[in-house]
């Protein structure tokens, strides 16, 4: 009886095992997406020019980075101004630099120079409004830059997920093969 008192006594006084705690998150790691698009554009007179577009968005932050022949310039700045007005525009040669400043942090800013376009926008201190403006914005100029449209960008997806799903077929039909072979030699295995 002793005995039995004993170890319910040391069973309800033992310690746990602890469960490690979860890491916190690194800072600046929010959740994001983003899409990168790398193309090559042949021009007439026979030279290759490589553009690329990259678009990103995280919890805090929108960014969108190109870069292209010189030669789309031109067309560029136009859809920005279009866009953007000419509100907070600064022109310094070739350079055009739209930005807005909220208690001495950069809030937006949009700069253009020969061949290359940066946007950057602090979605802590923006409106939803102007957030979707800029996305949409972003997807004329990958358009544009890309030579490409949204029409054939979905195609190119929609083809990528005929393969992915003709690719899982394939490997759903050899893992059903392999569970039949694994039936018919555990069959013969109970039979020896």
């Known amino acids: 009886m002793f005995m039995m008192a004993l170890c319910s006594t040391l069973s309800l006084n033992a310690q746990r095992t602890p469960e490690p705690p979860t890491p916190p998150k690194a800072p600046g790691t929010n959740s994001s997406s983003g899409t990168s698009y790398s193309i090559t554009i042949e021009n007439d007179d026979d030279k290759q020019h490589n553009s690329s577009v990259s678009i990103s968005e995280s919890d805090d932050t929108y960014k969108f ?45 949009c700069k253009l120079t020969s061949g290359k376009l940066r946007i950057y926008l602090d979605l802590e201190s923006s409106s939803d409004k102007f957030l979707a403006k800029l996305k949409n914005m972003g997807q004329d100029l990958k358009y544009y830059i ?19 799903m003709e690719r899982a077929q394939r490997d759903l039909e050899r893992a059903q093969r392999d569970l039949e072979r694994s039936k018919r030699a555990a069959e013969r295995a109970k039979k020896n």
């Open 65 to 109: 980075r190109a870069s292209y022949h010189k030669s789309k310039n031109q067309g560029v700045k136009q859809i920005l101004l279009e866009k953007l007005g000419r509100e907070g525009l600064k022109v310094n040669g070739n350079t055009y630099l739209w930005s807005e400043s909220e208690n001495g942090d950069e809030v937006f800013e």
């Open 146 to 164: 890309s030579g490409s449209s949204k029409e054939e960008e979905q195609a190119k997806k929609v083809e990528r997920a005929k393969r992915d």
